[in-house]
């Protein structure tokens, strides 16, 4: 006997959540607080997708794999550009691809299959409140208006880091909340295809400009173009506060990304209109209420952009709860409740990883001692794969849990301390010296 | 020129603020979303108050402080209920008191006062949003209905651990929030006044029944009761879940404090009628919009009531506020954020101090290693009053921060580490040697 179920919000975890309950016999209603995103025109302030193994599994489950990998751009590596010159990281020690999405674009398509399988969608209703424990929700078009009520059998909150569900079970006791921000900020640019048409450059990459305190990024989109994003404090010398006019503008990328700069003609002109964004964790429990309410995606764990998990995550949310459905397929309040606990951990481990990894591209991706390491930890991976999964690949490329990743890349980061602190490893970082070294540190670690 | 002036919650010190602000010529209007506090029979989920010199402080700055001392009963010492004899143990080094005063009396006279003045309250009207920009106060019977919208030149909310005002603010970006709860929680019992009138045990003591994991407290009320609070895991062995019923309460009790169940013969009809009240910690930034809206109190920084300082550590903002607004007097804006600065800082400090002192109460008072401890602070801070003054007078009978106190606390307790570590403390504790220590650790930490 199908539920009647209700998603607070049309995003990427919520649309794909109503497709996966609508196959499995469910009504489901979508309520987005905005217009129909097909309608609109999607930019300013989205970092492009990287869709990796745990958002594929998802949407593979739900038939949408190759739809998706049709529209989408494998980056097999990192492109480093240095101020005088670029380097390439491969991502995973396999040849493995993160893909680059538009996120506008997939959400469009999204909403369309959604609604191919009977999804109904209520666009442009705000949700102001949802009464947890009689399963309603409450909506107009203006907060300061009356409220109209509906009421479902249960109730997804898939309404992002500022989700109104997750509000109203702030209001119950015992709600653990905190929410954080980066003194980071971020803008949208861009790098547009060639006028001859094609990419200005390599378009299976993830470039990063790292500099530091602040970086750049580029990621392709299917016409030739890149979308580009400029990470940097709020404050400071070198930060949004003092980088204003459109000369500021042209001298700060002139100085630190010259070679971006030449392929950014509308540079001033995007700087100046597109919005400064804030970056925000948030953590929470619990999740659900009773059979009831449910949080998932960034309403139940906003993180911070730099491990390009957020969506991955969100989906990865969505294959969990059908699996707990699938195993208390009477008993939804026992389902959430799995659901819940199998996913806190990992949503706090991601969430850890995440804020890490600003560090990791901003400033070690520019450091040589950084790269030797990730080039010894590659090979001896390659060359034992039983033996070692470098974090990143873990986290990116495998199926194994965040919380477990966190737990062994720790491990590794010790190992590899002392490795980076042997003699002259920059000699001899490929000997079999350093690979029985690694081989002993891991035996004392007792394996993993 | 006087300001209109809006002050969300007709608490403590919502009341105080407004008595303050209405003396210096401002126009005050208190909303309370609930009746008239004078209206009602208040009890059933209140800790009794512990009046200490930062909220005399600023009762005096008002003049209401000996007015307030006429229905306060000074409480000189810890009475300390182990379970087969009673011990003292004084508060103050010089004979100070903390003074035990009746919540909603209190809060009664508080509001009578406040009217005498001219602040002018509305009761019973919620608000449910607050329009920071623009000042704009919206407020219903009921959240569902449309909300009316009224604008004052400034908004103050004192609206508690739960504040709406605090809501609105937390939508802005780059608010800072965390609400975290014990594991513990509390239920409000009483030791009526003996048949023939008077106290049943001494009224002039904070008395505590520490049992490591849990604990009840007694403060005295004017009428002859006292009113107690237990405070108890919700979940294990001995916890709100596992004590429910009459008999296991009357079990409980005659194995835990059998001394308090002879003086409590309402004991099971309490115990089964009062609310099991949670324990939160909510701490945020920034405290205040521009020149408009300022969060005060338990708002901005609601604390667990074991270090008796909730109360007076927001009297002391009003105070602060009062200090920050004669500083800049034309400037609002100045003044708020001079405010904020002051007081988030020691706001996070007792926060903090409030947290470990569950632990102090319930567990170290049960022991004697820590008593003695206490009274080898207590006997060199009264002979070298310059060198020592022990955490809790810091705290409670000094007007220095909070966040000094802290810090040097965390000194005074490395030193007593030190001492107390020494062979034979036991027998030596008064020796000069143990004097001439103590001196040598405190020239060692540079002197505090």
Redesign the interface.
């Known amino acids: 006997m199908g539920k009647s179920i209700a998603i607070v919000g049309s995003g990427l975890v919520g649309t794909v959540l109503a497709i996966a309950l609508k196959q499995q016999g469910h009504q489901v209603f979508v309520y987005e607080k905005g217009d129909d995103i097909r309608t609109l025109d999607f930019s300013g302030r989205s970092i492009n997708l990287a869709l990796s193994a745990r958002g594929w599994k998802m949407l593979n489950r739900v038939g949408l794999e190759e739809k998706i990998r049709q529209f989408g751009i494998p980056m097999y590596q990192r492109a480093i550009h240095h101020l005088t010159k670029e380097e390439k990281q491969p991502y995973g020690i396999h040849g493995e691809a993160i893909w680059a999405v538009s996120r506008g674009g997939l959400n469009k398509k999204l909403v369309e299959w959604a609604e191919e399988v009977g999804v109904e969608f209520v666009f442009n209703t705000p949700i ?2 949802v009464d947890s424990k009689r399963g309603i929700l ?1 909506m107009s078009e203006q ?5 109209r ?1 509906i009421t479902h059998d249960v109730i997804f909150g898939a309404d992002g880091a ?1 989700s109104k569900v997750r ?1 109203s079970l ?2 119950r ?9 980066l003194p980071i900020a971020y803008k949208e640019l861009v790098i547009p295809a060639k006028k001859e048409g094609g990419f200005a450059i390599n378009e299976n990459s993830f470039h990063i400009w790292p500099r530091k305190d602040f970086m750049l990024i580029a990621l392709p989109n299917m016409d030739g173009s890149f979308t580009c994003t400029l990470f940097m404090p709020y404050t400071g010398e070198v930060s949004f506060d003092s980088i204003k006019t459109d000369t500021e503008v042209t001298a700060f990328f002139d100085t630190y990304f010259p070679d971006a700069l030449q392929l950014m003609p509308d540079l001033v002109e995007l700087y100046a209109a597109n919005p400064v964004n ?1 970056l ?1 964790t948030t953590t929470c429990f619990p999740w659900v209420y009773k059979d009831k309410v449910a949080l998932i995606g960034d309403a139940a764990h906003a993180v911070v952009p730099f491990y390009g998990q957020g969506l991955n995550a969100g989906l990865e949310d969505v294959n969990v709860l059908l699996d707990c459905l699938a195993a208390h397929p009477q008993d939804w309040e026992g389902a959430l409740d799995d659901y819940q606990h199998a996913r806190k951990v990992n949503a706090d481990a991601i969430a850890e990883l995440s804020y890490r990894n600003f560090r990791e591209m901003s400033e070690l991706t520019a450091n040589p001692m950084f790269l030797l390491r990730k080039k010894i930890e590659s090979a001896f991976a390659k060359k034992y794969p039983d033996l070692w999964l470098p974090l990143y690949d873990r986290v990116t490329f495998s199926e194994g849990s965040y919380q477990e990743a966190l737990a062994i890349g720790d491990q590794q980061a010790q190992i590899m301390d002392v490795i980076m602190a042997m003699a002259a490893i920059e000699e001899k970082w490929d000997s079999p010296e350093i690979e029985e070294k690694i081989k002993q540190l891991i035996n004392e670690n007792r394996g993993f």
């Open positions: 102001w409140s409450y907060e300061q208006q009356e409220w009520a500022y509000s702030q209001r006791s015992r709600f653990e909340y905190q929410q954080s921000y804030s925000v």
